[in-house]
T-cell receptor, first 121, second 112 residues
Framework: EPEVTQTPSHQVTQMGQEVILRCVPISNHLYFYWYRQILGQKVEFLVSFYNNEISEKSEIFDDQFSVERPDGSNFTLKIRSTKLEDSAMYFC???????????????????FGNGTRLTVT | AQTVTQSQPEMSVQEAETVTLSCTYDTSESDYYLFWYKQPPSRQMILVIRQEAYKQQNATENRFSVNFQKAAKSFSLKISDSQLGDAAMYFCARGSQGNLIFGKGTKLSVKP
């Protein structure tokens, strides 16, 4: 069964440094997402991406965050200047669509990757 | 506020027994989806079951079934014949307009 893959599995960085988290969504999927989970807390939506642009973002996704699909397979999350509170598990997810309407993204469920644990020291 | 509430931080079940995890949510929308995700110690998020809000019939996937009460905004998960491998965090989520809102999770322990 196709999988969403994320690299690295664990990233340690110093406060103020830039970090890029990488994801390879399932190949025929068109909708891409980033979520994060601070240790012991619930999973929170960050951003959704469709047709090479952000379709929706949460309050968490401020100017320090950006997403990119640099080629036909990768989907990246960049944090420009990491803060201690950015330490969390970051999940990438993808879903397919049978049409062009955003609602159609729920014709199939989100498939999550295994996550990248980001530790900011 | 669009919230998802899981009132049971932890639950325990004996192997082969049945357990029900509760979830309530708040929404003003009429069309949405509901999901249960399982997160084992490996931290991967695995879809267990989903329910379309416009369908009255409760979804079923093998040993997993839901009790969806739309008027009450309730979406509980029933796990029958519990197995040791069912031990995990279970997250209820509601989806619409491109993102999922998750509850805080219920940690399920399965006793042999």
């Amino acid at each position: 069964e196709p999988e969403v893959t994320q690299t690295p599995s664990h990233q340690v960085t110093q406060m103020g440094q830039e970090v890029i988290l990488r994801c390879v969504p399932i190949s025929n999927h068109l909708y891409f997402y980033w979520y994060r989970q601070i240790l012991g807390q619930k999973v929170e939506f960050l951003v959704s991406f469709y047709n090479n642009e952000i379709s929706e973002k949460s309050e968490i996704f401020d100017d320090q965050f950006s997403v990119e699909r640099p080629d036909g397979s990768n989907f990246t999350l960049k944090i420009r200047s990491t803060k201690l509170e950015d330490s969390a598990m970051y999940f990438c997810a993808s879903s397919d669509s049978t049409g062009g309407v955003r609602w159609d993204s729920y014709n199939s469920p989100l498939h999550f990757g295994n996550g990248t644990r980001l530790t900011v020291t | 506020a669009q919230t998802v509430t899981q009132s049971q931080p932890e639950m325990s079940v004996q192997e082969a027994e049945t357990v029900t995890l509760s979830c309530t949510y708040d929404t003003s929308e009429s069309d949405y989806y509901l999901f249960w995700y399982k997160q084992p110690p490996s931290r991967q998020m695995i879809l267990v079951i989903r329910q379309e809000a416009y369908k009255q019939q409760n979804a079923t996937e093998n040993r997993f079934s839901v009790n969806f009460q739309k008027a009450a905004k309730s979406f509980s998960l029933k796990i029958s014949d519990s197995q040791l491998g069912d031990a995990a965090m279970y997250f209820c989520a509601r989806g619409s307009q491109g993102n999922l809102i998750f509850g805080k999770g219920t940690k399920l322990s399965v006793k042999p």
